[in-house]
């Protein structure tokens, strides 16, 4: 019996998924047609353009666009939960209170502007995942294992990123890369920088310390118990 409830709520699941991306792609194909329209009409009828109509169309375009953007989200985004935390270099910042988890590549010159952007960022528990994409930058797997095995892997990825040093002392040691690897093509990582706030939501880009602390502060109240 709990077999079958599990298959069950798999296959709702499964079934919940693909309707939201069948939303999506019909919300994309309905947006292009009301542009067709509006831009038919305004072509053809300039002489008897009725504006409540027209206002009708925007409001009905903003509605699927928010839904769409909507569904987008809950699609992309993650349980952090389920994180192998194990395989990331976890480093404190004042309290801690706050948790963003990275998948970072050290040859990737948008993770290198990231980390430059975190030196303005309190109050963080970083999750760095080294995910060197290795079709564009061919050593970034050797210097992410370097990174990984020196003895005090954070300070290595650190002086690497901010300050351009490479590990002085190159050891070896039985790293994670591979199935850190694995994990983001599971995820559908496909560029770096990407980070994931506590609620899973993704975020792509080098983003600015504005918009870190900003975003981070929105999750403090987000999570903050009702009073």
């Not at 798999?10 to 509006?38: A, C, V």
């Not at 600015?208 to 975003?215: C, D, K, P, V, W």
Request: glycine share 4%; net charge negative.
């Amino acid at each position: 019996y709990v077999d079958s409830m599990r298959n069950f709520h798999r296959d709702i699941e499964r079934m919940i998924k693909l309707m939201s991306e069948q939303f999506i792609k019909l919300r994309d194909m309905m947006l292009n047609h009301l542009d067709q329209i509006e831009n038919k009409f305004l072509e053809d009828r300039k002489d008897i353009i009725d504006e409540q109509y027209l206002s009708h169309i925007h409001k009905l375009i903003d509605t699927l666009d928010e839904i769409g953007t909507k569904k987008e989200k809950e699609l992309s985004s993650i349980d952090v939960k389920a994180l192998p935390l194990e395989q990331a270099i976890k480093h404190v910042k004042g309290d801690g209170s706050r948790t963003l988890y990275v998948f970072s590549d050290p040859d990737c010159p948008y993770c290198k502007q990231l980390e430059q952007n975190m030196t303005g960022v309190d109050n963080v528990t970083l999750y760095t995942f080294l995910y060197p994409l290795k079709h564009l930058h061919p050593q970034a797997e050797t210097i992410a294992a370097q990174i990984w095995c020196a003895s005090k892997p954070y300070d290595a990825w650190e002086d690497y990123m901010i300050l351009n040093q490479a590990p002085k002392t190159l050891l070896t040691c039985d790293d994670p890369i591979q199935k850190n690897i694995a994990l983001g093509r599971k995820l559908k990582v496909s560029g770096t920088p990407t980070l994931f706030l506590a609620d899973g939501s993704r975020i792509s880009g080098a983003v600015s310390t504005e918009q870190l602390n900003q975003l981070l502060e929105e999750q403090t109240k987000n999570t903050q118990p009702a009073r």
